[in-house]
């Protein structure tokens, strides 16, 4: 007897304390058709996708092809093809794209890609809508797709999760002439549905009921089984005008067991003693307009005496049906008698050579650019919004505090007093916005908000000045915003100080002994310092802002980039079904982060560019070596956006992680306020924040011309955060969904 294609021995999958699939057997052949029927959550797709290797078993064991599904489900992917409930083939791509992409998924050289693409083309009969994008296929289209993506790599068995659903008559028939097609050439196809009629063409059928499989057989065998129709009872159809409204009558008619509609007629199982006569006679009716035949069950009447069995705790047995379990070979436990693999007799039709730990990344790349171009929306975040961010905030945010309203209540009125008022206008830092005559009106300036500053220049101001006595000038300063403040209140005093030293130093020309004099004899003071800054002499915020904006404008994209586009995936299936493909990990992670790791660099040149030209921030060191380090932040930002997509279920999810992950490194990188100034556990706390370090790298070989020693703790900081934050990431991503 030849090894089954599927065995399934004592199958479980537990969620919680849900139990999904309960203890569950059966083996399927090689070339046959078998449907697994159900209701809706009743356990086919868990089913499916145990067998696919996508969901691990609880309890129990499951082979496929000779392979362990727990264990060996990379083997198994290898040679099957999965055709999800829902359409989950890439809606933004045209069939071609869709069916070249999982070509090469498979490990399709080109040659051999071509020939498959035109058989099942041929087969499928999709070849004049091969440039249509798959997206706007009708449903039987859609479906014939999905059959074609599944048949690329020619598996030896085809999973389809209710492949019809969803679908117009015409198109189900179409499909399932193609489902015999393929079975008459040797693939094994697994269906699973909830249509009888669909039942009815399976070559065997099983039936779950609330996560137990009830019964496993041909359906002729299942029609046959004892408690479908029991002894003493029989099964007729019952052909009538208005057949639904003579329903409950029957049913009330003692030894009818069970009446059902069943399209215009209704079948009806009752005693041997209840004849056709006697319902006809309980109906009311003329024997003439009622036409009753002697039938055998359906597979429907099946089913429904099953599932009724079931409500009712009733097991029903049926050893003569299900097929038993073929006995394993003995093996030796000699280590020299060489062990044959579990899968050699499926071996026949070797598909490909063991795939390496990148398979699938080229296949996903280039799919990745075919979504990216055909997403203009992608495009815009990535290359427009950063520099619109750039700009806007370059601009916006600026720490020079100046032209700060201010309102003047001059009492004096005389020279000495607009001198002074000169002075304060002259500083840039104030701007008499108004001057007042009354104390009402100086009050009101300031507590309306009109001036930030108020100064009231006394009456004797000039008289105290020309007698050499101390004058005082009061200044009221509005502290509701402390920076505006501080900047005023430092001003205000360094021009009176200023003020103060110009007069001294006019009644020291005069004296005969001064404390000290300049090169020139002129009076100066004893001690004179001299400052010089260094790479920013103007003080300008854009020096120091802007390569800050760079750094975090590049983390915002890349991070919500990279985790919406993996999410969107898990939302629509697409990344179900590339789970159940021969893809491996890296092959897949890489292949998504690859093309918008080149979009990044593309941005991080671009911000740069804005940076240098428009905000006249000159790049002051190596632009080789920050570049370089660019690249690494990048990997460090695109591993965040794959740690959020692994902690996220929807799109939604993955915008508040990101939006966790974002606020701090605004707020505690540097970026806005300096760290040495925080409290000692947030200073310690920022060093694990990775946009840290780039910011210290930015600024220092843009602002500073440092080399690679200068920066050398930056860069370890990033390398071991990027290092961290990948594997972090490579070890939460699974393919598998649980």
């Given at each position: ?9 004592g ?17 399927v ?5 078998f449907?697994l ?12 996708r ?30 099957i ?34 020939r ?34 599944s ?24 499909l ?50 004892p ?16 057949p ?10 003692e ?13 009806v199982?009752s ?9 006809i ?9 009622v ?50 693999s ?13 795939r390496?730990?990148f ?25 427009v919004v ?7 905030f ?12 201010t309102?003047v ?8 007093a ?8 002259n ?15 100086f009050?009101?300036?300031?507590t ?71 090169e ?64 491996s ?27 240098v ?73 920022t ?14 070989i ?34 598998q969904?649980?």
């Amino acid at each position: 007897m030849t090894q089954p294609v599927i065995e399934v021995d004592g199958l479980t999958r537990r969620f919680g304390t849900f139990t999904a699939v309960r203890d569950v057997r059966f083996q399927v052949e090689r070339g046959s058709i078998f449907g697994l029927l159900g209701p809706n959550g009743s356990g086919k797709s868990t089913i499916i996708r145990m067998l696919c290797g996508v969901l691990s078993p609880s309890d129990g064991r499951a082979s496929v092809l000779g392979f362990d599904a727990a264990t060996e489900a990379e083997q198994i992917k290898r040679r099957i093809g999965y055709m999800s409930q829902k359409f989950s083939l890439y809606t933004d791509l045209s069939v071609r794209e869709n069916l070249h992409f999982y070509g090469r998924i498979y490990g399709l050289d080109p040659i051999r890609l071509q020939r498959r693409f035109d058989d099942v083309v041929e087969l499928t009969g999709i070849g004049d809508r091969l440039d249509q994008l798959a997206g706007t296929l009708s449903g039987g289209w859609k479906q014939r797709l999905a059959l074609a993506g599944s048949l690329i790599h020619e598996p030896d068995v085809i999973f389809l999760d209710e492949p019809t659903a969803g679908i117009d008559p015409v198109a189900r028939r179409q499909l399932w002439d193609l489902l015999f097609e393929l079975s008459g050439k040797g693939v094994t196809l697994f269906v699973t549905t909830h249509y009888m009629d669909e039942a009815e063409r399976c070559t065997d059928v099983g039936y779950i009921y609330n996560s137990r499989l009830l019964v496993c057989g041909k359906p002729d065998e299942l029609k046959q089984l004892p408690d479908v129709t029991p002894t003493g009872t029989q099964r007729w159809e019952l052909e009538v005008n208005h057949p639904a409204t003579h329903l409950q009558q029957l049913r009330s008619l003692e030894g009818v067991r069970d009446a059902t509609l069943f399209g215009q007629t209704i079948h009806v199982l009752s005693d041997d003693a209840t004849s056709p006569p006697t319902m006809i006679d309980h109906l009311g009716l003329p024997p003439s307009e009622v036409e009753a035949r002697s039938i055998t069950p359906s597979l429907e009447d099946v089913f429904v005496t099953l599932s009724r069995a079931a409500e009712r705790g009733e097991i029903i047995e049926q050893p003569a049906v299900s097929p038993e379990p073929v006995p394993a070979e003995p093996v030796a436990d000699d280590d020299s008698v060489p062990k044959a693999s579990p899968a050699k007799a499926f071996d026949e039709r070797p598909l490909q050579k063991k795939r390496g730990t990148f398979a699938g990344f080229a296949a996903v790349f280039l799919k990745e650019f075919s979504h990216i171009r055909r997403e203009p929306a992608t495009l815009f975040f990535a290359f427009v919004v950063p520099v619109m961010q750039t700009i806007v905030f370059g601009i916006a945010i600026n720490t020079e505090i100046e032209d700060i309203p201010t309102v003047v209540f001059d009492l004096d009125g005389r020279s000495h007093a607009r001198e002074l008022k000169d002075a304060f206008r002259n500083t840039n830092t104030f701007t008499i916005v108004e001057r007042v005559l009354n104390e009402e009106a100086f009050d009101r300036a300031l507590t309306s908000g009109r001036a930030k500053v108020g100064v009231r220049i006394p009456a004797d101001y000039s008289d105290r000045l020309l007698a050499g006595q101390q004058t005082q000038v009061q200044v009221l300063i509005d502290g509701s915003d402390s920076q505006v403040a501080t900047t005023a209140l430092n001003t205000a005093n360094l021009l009176a100080m200023n003020l103060s030293i110009g007069r001294a130093k006019a009644l020291a020309d005069t004296m005969p002994v001064v404390p000290a004099r300049d090169e020139t004899g002129a009076t100066a003071l004893p001690i004179q310092i001299r400052t010089r800054l260094l790479y920013n002499p103007n003080l300008e915020s854009s020096h120091f802002f802007v390569p800050g904006l760079v750094g975090i404008i590049l983390q915002l994209v890349t991070l919500f980039l990279t985790a919406f586009a993996i999410v969107r995936e898990r939302e629509l299936g697409t990344l179900e079904q590339l789970f159940v493909t021969p893809v491996s990990r890296a092959g897949l992670l890489l292949g998504k982060l690859a093309p918008y790791a080149l979009l990044a660099f593309g941005e991080t040149l671009i911000v740069m560019n804005v940076m240098v030209f428009l905000f006249d921030v000159p790049i002051r060191g190596d632009i080789g070596l920050l570049l370089m380090l660019s690249f690494l932040f990048l990997l460090c930002a695109l591993g965040l956006g794959l740690f959020v997509s692994t902690i996220s279920k929807t799109q939604l999810q993955a915008f508040q992680f990101a939006f966790i992950i974002m606020l701090p490194s605004v707020l505690l990188s540097g970026f806005m306020f300096p760290r040495s100034q925080m409290p000692g556990p947030i200073y310690i706390a920022t060093f694990a924040i990775p946009v840290t370090y780039y910011l210290e790298i930015l600024r220092a070989i843009v602002l500073r011309g440092a080399d690679l020693i200068d920066v050398l703790p930056s860069v370890l900081g990033l390398g071991i955060s990027t290092v961290l934050i990948l594997a972090l990431s490579l070890m939460r991503f699974r393919k598998q969904l649980a």
